[in-house]
């Protein structure tokens, strides 16, 4: 697609000039004599690049920069004028020119600043664009069900994302505490700055404090320049810290005081840097257990349980697995380009008799292995097998399981199903295997109708 460029002088010959120029390199170039009819045209189409005059007859071109900055703020725009000085680049600037070109000039500077200031405004929007993409992949928290369990706890979660409070998440691996620390990220008014999070478990302890506080060049064997840490990538947003357990006691100290202090210094620099960092910690570990083992700075378990909060394990939120189930599936099945892929009734059931040890980390997994191996469109118990997992469950653990009469199983599915399908009972029925009278009776005999 051609680069729209709108050239603005009240000059003829620089005018028309430009306007040749532009045209043999490809671009689709419209023209203005006067800042009214430049406005009017800004007013009605969108240019990858405004040429302007600073001296235009009927106004000044630095403030007819003001009012297209005040309705664009990313169209580049170069100022060429024969009357710049130091002091008219400056303000240009200032007020959002991006590059000046005075007069008179060569048609070969003019092909070089459009196309580098074409080529910075491509890579400006490309940057744009990962953003949102990254936010949208990362940044917008889903968490899935209703379960009571799930509710009380995201309930807590919208009080304290107001505040800044740090927070200690505890729960078993695999319960979603690194989503519960974005979740609390995205609410709060820190939302629109950086979240970073650090794995401590995955971290070689040598390069641990690098990493948390960055290094100077030359502050150890390796250090070949300035490293920013992630307190300082964090700044003004939010740390998270997950599995805190694994670090270890000097660091724990170091910690402490850039939490209590609100300030760090890199490794090999006593310059001291403030940083405004909300701290998310969490843990699978009791560490209280770790306190009283030697392991862990009772001091720092004060300073960073300030608010507590725990994820249930999925198996005390057995009410959201056909949710969760289907949402994995129908993430899987794009992936893998297997469209049409559904659970039955039976297969639901497996999955709830299955006491989840490695909780909604291992249910992920799991869909993604039936997706892989299904024979079917349909996914059964033998899929199940078939894909390598054990769910039985045994007699002793029928009541921390949370069985359920099968046709409760059903009652779940179904309308787990209608609710994917927007209500459409028709879809519904296709999907279920089963014809709209036997929905409709289904439906009735439950009293939802």
């Given amino acids: 697609m051609k680069a729209r460029i709108l050239i603005v002088d009240d ?13 043999r390199q490809g671009y689709e170039v419209s023209q203005a004599e006067s800042g009214s009819r430049a406005w009017s045209l800004v007013d009605q189409y969108d240019f990858d690049l405004i040429l302007l005059d600073l001296k235009l007859p009927d106004i000044n071109g630095l403030d007819l920069l003001r009012r297209i900055r005040s309705r664009d703020t990313m169209v580049p725009v170069v100022m060429i004028t024969a009357y710049g000085t130091v002091q008219n680049a400056v303000e240009a600037m200032r007020m959002g020119a991006d590059d000046f070109l005075p007069k008179p000039f060569e048609p070969d500077e003019l092909r070089f600043v459009v196309q580098r200031t074409l080529k910075t405004r491509q890579l400006a929007l490309e940057n744009m664009y990962l953003r949102e993409e990254l936010k949208r992949q990362e940044g917008d928290v889903k968490i899935i069900g209703r379960s009571k369990a799930l509710t009380e706890l995201l309930d807590q979660v919208e009080r304290v994302a107001s505040t800044d409070s740090t927070v200690l998440i505890t729960g078993e691996s695999g319960t979603g505490k690194g989503l519960i620390a974005r979740r609390i990220h995205e609410l709060s008014r820190r939302r629109d700055n950086p979240f970073v999070s650090v794995d401590c478990s995955t971290l070689v302890p040598s390069l641990f404090e690098s990493e948390l506080f960055g290094h100077v060049k030359g502050a150890f064997t390796g250090a070949d320049s300035n490293k920013i840490g992630k307190f300082e990538l964090a700044n003004g947003g939010s740390l998270f810290l997950d599995e805190i357990a694994n670090i270890n006691l000097e660091l724990q100290a170091k910690l402490l005081k850039a939490v209590e202090e609100k300030e760090i210094s890199r490794v090999g620099s006593h310059r001291l840097t403030k940083v405004d960092v909300r701290i998310i910690a969490a843990t699978n570990k009791d560490l209280r257990a770790e306190i009283q083992a030697g392991s862990f700075r009772e001091d720092l378990y004060f300073r960073l349980n300030v608010v507590a909060l725990r994820t249930p394990r999925l198996r005390d939120r057995m009410d959201d697995l ?15 380009h297997r469209p049409g892929l559904y659970l039955t009734s039976r297969a639901i059931s497996v999955l709830q008799h299955y006491h989840w040890p490695g909780n909604v980390r291992e249910l992920e997994n799991t869909m993604e292995r039936l997706v892989i191996f299904a024979k079917d469109t349909a996914i059964d118990e033998e899929d199940i097998k078939s894909a390598g997992a054990q769910f039985r469950a045994k007699k002793s653990e029928t009541h921390d ?5 099968l046709e409760e199983v059903e009652k779940r599915h179904i309308l787990n199903v209608l609710e994917h399908t927007g209500g459409n009972r028709s879809e519904t029925a296709s999907i279920l295997g089963i014809d709209r009278k036997t929905l409709r009776s289904r439906l009735k005999k439950w009293n939802m109708e």
């Fill in 11 to 23: 000059d003829p010959a620089i005018n028309d000039g430009c306007g040749q120029v532009l045209t």
């Fill in 322 to 336: 056909p949710l969760l189930a289907t949402h994995f599936l129908k993430r899987f099945a794009l992936r893998h």
């Fill in 401 to 405: 399981l949370g069985l359920v009469r």
